[in-house]
């Protein structure tokens, strides 16, 4: 997870949290890492803060109960169990955090964490997509505890400042890899149908509808590759793993700038700028960023970094962004 200017990689089978800084990433020496550990390794995600705190979530081999937020000192400053089956991360503007629960959200702002509830008993938002041009934060939505795999047709969008969650309709289902945030915090979801539809965050009404691949169907196992939706600087990547292609698409006109080849079929989608940040030394990194998953989360698509085989704990961000 990278967030204010920091990295953490979270290690689901030992709860080892090593957090480093990439701007002294380099090919010719180790890297230098803090490590620290949760009470118990559980599938989970770390988001380290720049007042060196983390939100870290709660849980065990069995189940996940939600998040608490550490000080430099390891010390609980904050937490809350009231999130059943945790899963995925966002960032959202202004540094709030969310992280997805089997009937809800949880928002964390500051050493504040409240809860978002859904509006069906089981409505799970496992994966969710921030940017830092909103407060406004994109996630799944699936209703169906004992599925296989849910083909979701609905999309969330909650407020980190008022709290809001609303439920947007689509007209095709989605994976878990087919959410991201636009250049301008634009609400982004690909539909099995091929469309890309781009959705105002504010007024929750999708603006434009462009098509981009053929129709295609998520396979059941979540490690197969199905059509991602990845953000680079101001370009929206899309593949499409049945052709080995990836199309680049300008949201603001509306199309398919141009299609690519690819020498094999494309899955999980990453990009860097080639450009290594200045290093901050407004910060001493000693004791103690976040998961995907993200973007954002992403999660990252949402982020999703554990080893589990259910199709419901690795729909990353996900991420998310995580993501993952």
């Not at 870290?56 to 400053?77: L, M, P, Q």
């Not at 990453?270 to 998953?293: F, L, N, Q, V, Y």
Request: include cysteine.
């Amino acid at each position: 997870m990278n967030h204010d200017g920091r990295s953490l990689a979270f290690f689901d089978g030992t709860g080892e949290m090593h957090l480093f800084d990439p701007a002294n990433l380099s090919a010719d020496s180790l890297i230098d890492t803090t490590v620290t550990t949760t009470d118990e390794a559980h599938h989970g995600v770390a988001v380290p803060r720049a007042d060196d705190s983390t939100v870290v979530t709660i849980g065990n081999e069995e189940s996940r109960s939600g998040v608490k937020i550490v000080d430099e000192a390891g010390e609980t400053v904050a937490e809350s169990t009231g999130c059943p089956g945790v899963h995925g991360e966002a960032v959202a503007e202004g540094g709030v955090i969310t992280v997805g629960c089997e009937d809800g959200l949880l928002i964390i702002d500051g050493e504040k964490i409240r809860k978002v509830d859904s509006p069906d008993d089981y409505g799970r938002i496992g994966n969710q997509f921030g940017s830092e041009r909103s407060p406004v934060v994109l996630g799944d939505y699936k209703v169906d505890e004992d599925a296989e795999l849910e083909r979701p047709t609905r999309v969330t969008l909650t407020d980190t400042g008022s709290g809001e969650l609303r439920l947007v309709d689509l007209p095709a289902s989605y994976s878990f890899r087919s959410l991201a945030r636009g250049p301008e915090g634009e609400a982004l979801v690909l539909g099995t149908d091929g469309t890309l539809r781009v959705i105002d965050p504010a007024s929750a009404e999708v603006t434009r509808e462009i098509e981009v691949t053929e129709p295609w169907e998520e396979p059941v196992e979540w490690q197969e590759p199905r059509p991602t939706v990845h953000v680079a600087g101001d370009e929206v990547l899309v593949t499409e793993p049945g052709t080995q292609t990836l199309h680049v698409v300008d949201i603001g006109a509306g199309e398919v700038t141009r299609s690519s080849e690819l020498p094999e079929v494309p899955n999980e989608v990453g990009s860097a700028s080639g450009k290594a940040p200045a290093a901050d030394h407004a910060h001493d990194h000693g004791d103690h960023e976040g998961h995907d998953h993200g973007e954002e989360g992403h999660g990252h698509e949402g982020h999703d970094h554990g080893h589990e085989h259910s199709e419901d704990d690795h729909d990353h961000g996900d991420h998310e962004g995580h993501d993952h």
